[in-house]
Nanobody, 124 residues
Framework: QVQLVESGGGLVQAGGSLRLSCAAS????????MAWFRQAPGKDRLFVAH????????YYVDSVKGRFTISRDNAKNTVNLQMNSLKPEDTAVYYC?????????????????WGQGTQVTVSS
């Protein structure tokens, strides 16, 4: 059983930055693809960013390209999401997810393990 715990959320003004972190249990972390999703009030949980098992490949939803950076440190079993130039529309609960085998990387169903989420609020 893999457990994921997010941290780093908070309240920031538009244009500010936050760095989210996801700490994973287990000793096979380096074999997982990892991703961040987010869910705004009254909306579906949607894909934000993905990083492959080695960290050599990343992919982002268009709305965050150039502003967000996903990274991982397999030695520390962590995945991070650096969020810059934040906008009010980035306000959501952010979730860390892990996939044993990558299929459709933007789909909820591709991921086997989920964290509980961390709130990010961007004020205008």
């Amino acid at each position: 059983q893999v457990q994921l715990v997010e941290s780093g959320g908070g309240l920031v003004q538009a244009g500010g930055s936050l760095r989210l972190s996801c700490a994973a249990s287990g000793r096979t972390f380096s074999s997982y693809d990892m991703a961040w999703f987010r869910q705004a009030p009254g909306k579906d949980r949607l894909f934000v960013a993905h990083i492959n098992w080695s960290g050599s490949s990343t992919y982002y939803v268009d709305s965050v390209k150039g502003r967000f950076t996903i990274s991982r440190d397999n030695a520390k079993n962590t995945v991070n999401l650096q969020m810059n130039s934040l906008k009010p529309e980035d306000t959501a609960v952010y979730y860390c997810a892990a996939a044993i085998t990558r299929a459709m990387l933007t789909s909820l169903s591709a991921y086997d393990y989920w964290g509980q989420g961390t709130q990010v609020t961007v004020s205008s």
